[in-house]
């Protein structure tokens, strides 16, 4: 039997099993006993059919004494028939499972069985074997005669074997009748025991539990349901049991919860409100002392301190200097304006990784700094860490004139206000430097270009000057003529690159549309050199940052400016294609083109096209170039969208 600990699941699937495999052995049962009847009732059959082929066998031996049949053709069927015969009688003794066909073991109907095969072996064959080995009817008549007499006791025999087979099928019949009605008596009486066994097991406990949220429903929360099992509904009724207690313990304790979160809401919007403040502050454009004079205005009249002070970590001295200070005294800034890092609890906060810690001054150890926050009159301080990436840049302090305990909520608070300030402070920092780095870039590209346009056309008007000094001193007329006029060239070649150069500065302020931009450095191209040119703009997008369209501009006028140099064009064409992929720049001309991989290729060239490739690499871009000899030069610049000004 099962036990009341056991599960739910566990008696159902018992109970079921236990009635399945009683209705599969019952099923077998019958089964088998059905099949064992078809088997006994086909040996009846072929029982039967020994008695008439042995009337037959008596009638045709009858007439073949009475010669009406040839003695060869009444040889050959008689050795026929008694084959047959044969044939039915060890099927009978052997059996056959696949038809089927079995003589039942009981009742003495083996020994039946072989009393007739003896019988049959041992006077019925030889008999008929000699009636077709007789040589004339006359003999024949003579054995059918003695036939006659022996077939009533042949046939007797047989008879009683299938009476003792009908007897077994009989009793063998009523068996499968009395398990089929046993069979019947067992699916009623499971239905039964299987209806009672829900009942108990699944539909009370259901039906209780369903009282019991009836209950609930109608705010009665002293509703219980009864435990009758340890199983999953007993579980269920338990666990519905604790879920009421505790609803009745929260419906009581109702006003006082709702009095507890709102302190909570109110103390969460408070703290949202400094964060949101302070953050807004630090997103503004300021210097690092304005930051941290705005931050401590802030922090202090929200956290209700009269006085506070930063101080940042010199890197080099491991020192904390404080840079801004409000409500503090002078006393107390001559004591406190440098302090050692790992001194008092300002020093321990600058190494405690992000924490924010606090002072009780009366009940500490007093040392020189402690003494100088009580001879200024201060109850608590609070020193929290001012960190950016794990890193500590320095200390904020909150000052109190009274004992002001600091909860868990509030220092959580000053610490992310901490990190709030320290990222803002390397933000600033580290925007200073890229401004810095930037300065330096451009300074360089400058000086490439200046390298490229007027350094190289004065070290060549100084070539000249000399093959004038020359020319003159030895009188040569004629070379004086051309040197002078080689040196007008260079003069208006580096007055025109002053003059482009000059351009480039002053597009970076006054110019703010890229199509505008290059289109007038195409008319200006024009205009100095006669040379045809054309700009195509397709698609739309985001425009560029700043930074990335002065950058595609220079880019752009410096091909042209190889263009006006080397290229000898005719015709030149600015492409501007814009798509989801990015911009496309395109700078084509039909001039004298060159070999890329030349190394004898004109100094200046390549000096331009590096400084083309520095500017694209600055924006993320891709920079290509392809020329050939006679066929012109393109210059291509793709850049991805990443390069777009987000909304």
Request: glycine share 6%; hydrophobic share 45%.
């Amino acid at each position: 039997m099962l036990g009341r600990n056991a599960g739910l699941s566990t008696k159902i699937t018992a109970i079921l099993l236990a009635f399945f495999l009683a209705a599969l052995a019952a099923i077998t049962l019958t089964l088998f006993i059905s099949w064992h009847l078809e088997g006994a009732a086909a040996a009846i059959n072929d029982a039967g059919s020994l008695r008439m082929r042995v009337y037959r066998f008596a009638h045709f031996v009858a007439r073949a004494g009475s010669g009406a049949t040839p003695d060869a053709q009444f040889a050959a069927d008689l050795h026929a028939r008694i084959d047959e015969f044969e044939r039915v009688l060890n099927g009978l003794r052997t059996g056959d499972p696949t038809r089927p066909l079995f003589v039942p073991k009981r009742d003495d109907i083996p020994a039946a069985l072989e009393d007739m095969t003896s019988q049959w072996h041992d006077q019925v064959r030889p008999l008929l074997a000699r009636i077709g080995a007789a040589p004339t009817p006359g003999a024949r008549s003579a054995l059918a005669a003695e036939f006659d007499e022996l077939a009533p006791q042949f046939v007797s025999i047989i008879n009683e074997l299938v009476l003792r087979m009908e007897h077994n099928y009989a009793r063998n019949t009523n068996i499968l009748r009395s398990s089929q009605v046993a069979l019947i008596a067992l699916a009623v009486i499971g239905t039964i025991l299987l209806l009672r066994f829900f009942f108990v097991t699944v539909i009370r406990p259901l039906h209780d539990l369903h009282e019991g949220v009836q209950s609930m429903s109608e705010e009665d929360f002293d509703a219980r349901v009864p435990v009758l099992s340890n199983d999953e509904f007993g579980e269920l009724s338990d666990g519905f049991n604790r879920m009421a207690a505790h609803l009745q313990h929260v419906y009581d304790t109702l006003e006082e919860r709702v009095a507890s979160k709102t302190r909570s809401l109110e103390q969460k919007n408070r703290e949202l409100e400094i964060l949101y403040d302070v953050v807004a502050f630090l997103r503004e454009p300021a210097d690092v002392d304005t930051l941290c004079k705005g931050f401590l205005e802030r922090v202090q009249k929200a956290m209700g301190a009269v006085a506070s002070s930063a101080r940042l970590l010199d890197l080099d001295s491991r020192n904390l200097c404080m840079i801004v200070h409000d409500g503090l005294g002078e006393e107390f800034l001559d004591r406190e304006e440098v302090l050692a890092c790992g001194e008092c609890v300002c020093g321990e906060a600058a190494q405690s990784g992000g924490r924010s810690l606090t002072l009780d001054v009366l009940a500490a150890n007093l040392d020189v700094t402690r003494d100088a926050c009580a001879r200024a009159g201060f109850r608590t301080v609070s020193a929290t860490s001012i960190t950016a990436n794990k890193r500590s840049l320095g200390v904020f302090n909150l000052f109190y004139g009274h004992s002001q305990p600091i909860s868990d909520t509030d220092r959580q608070l000053l610490e992310t206000l901490g990190q709030q300030l320290g990222t803002a402070i390397e933000n600033q920092r580290l925007h200073a430097r890229e401004r810095e780095l930037a300065v330096s870039e451009e300074r360089n590209l400058l000086a490439r270009e200046l390298h490229d346009s007027i350094a190289q056309g004065l070290a060549f008007l100084n070539l000249q000057v000399q093959m004038l000094e020359r020319a003159l001193a030895e009188h040569r007329e004629k070379d004086v003529a051309a040197t002078v006029e080689m040196l007008r060239r260079g003069i208006q070649e580096s007055y025109e690159d002053v003059r482009e150069l000059l351009v480039h500065f002053r597009t970076r302020v006054e110019m703010q549309d890229l199509d505008a931009a290059i289109a007038s450095a195409l008319r200006r191209l024009a205009e100095q050199t006669g040379v045809a040119t054309d700009l195509d703009v397709q698609g739309d997008g985001a425009p560029l940052d700043p930074e990335a369209e002065t950058q595609v501009l220079y880019i752009v006028q410096e091909a042209l400016s190889n263009v006006r140099k080397h290229a000898g064009a005719k015709a030149v064409s600015v492409g501007l294609r814009r798509g989801r992929d990015g911009l496309a720049v395109t700078v084509r001309d039909d001039g004298v083109g060159f070999v890329e991989d030349d190394e004898s290729l004109d100094t200046e060239a390549h000096i331009g096209l590096h400084i083309m490739r520095e500017r694209a690499l600055r924006i993320g871009g891709q920079f290509a170039v392809r020329s050939s000899p006679g066929r012109g030069t393109e210059i291509r610049l793709q850049l991805p969208r990443s390069n777009k000004v987000e909304a």
